[in-house]
């Protein structure tokens, strides 16, 4: 038990210092992914548009489930700021697709169920297979503008609609 519990604790330390730590500025780590109707998503089509990544710990969960469905109840303010919400967790595509329809979501939830876009991104949790709690706002040039860590589930949609009205003067299209 002991060498397992050291083995766990080197493969943590390992993980923590091989990824970067994204700040802003810093291009978006660029991925594929499913979605829930399972259609290939490529962060590199997104080039020119601005793009809201949500990561969060499970599909279903109590936090989880506030959160989507705040942004759903904020997604025009979203979209009116020509920008598009992605949801990412370590759930299957299946699971993705459950809990899309069950609350009725108007934007795409991608399933990262190896963690490698959650590994990419820095939000993996240590031990368990969730991600934290983080949102990032992806400028047209595919650049992290903004990075908020262990966001408030039910505010963080208002913050991101509010944010990218503010990036969106600051970093204009081309």
């Given at each position: 038990m002991k060498n397992i519990?050291?083995?766990a604790l080197l493969m943590f330390?390992?993980?923590s210092q091989s990824r970067a730590d994204l700040k802003v500025n810093d291009p978006a780590p660029e991925f594929t992914a499913s979605a829930q109707d399972g259609s290939k998503f490529d962060l590199q089509s997104r080039k020119g548009k601005w793009t809201v990544l949500y990561f969060y710990p499970k599909s279903g969960t109590p936090g989880c489930t506030k959160q989507a469905c705040a942004f759903r109840d904020n997604i025009k303010k979203i979209h009116d700021q020509d920008a598009e919400v992605?949801?990412?967790s370590a759930d299957s595509v299946e699971a993705q697709a459950a809990f899309h329809k069950e609350h009725h979501l108007g934007f795409?939830?991608?399933a990262d169920p190896d963690d490698k876009i959650i590994n990419l991104y820095g939000s993996k949790m240590p031990v368990?297979?969730?991600?934290?709690r983080?949102?990032?706002i992806i400028g047209p040039d595919l650049k992290i503008k903004d990075l908020m860590k262990d966001v408030d589930p039910v505010l963080d949609?208002?913050?991101v609609a509010a944010n990218l009205q503010r990036y969106r003067v600051t970093f204009p299209a081309k």
């Open positions: 519990l050291i083995a330390v390992f993980q992605y949801g990412i795409t939830l991608l368990v297979k969730m991600s934290k983080w949102t990032f949609s208002a913050r």
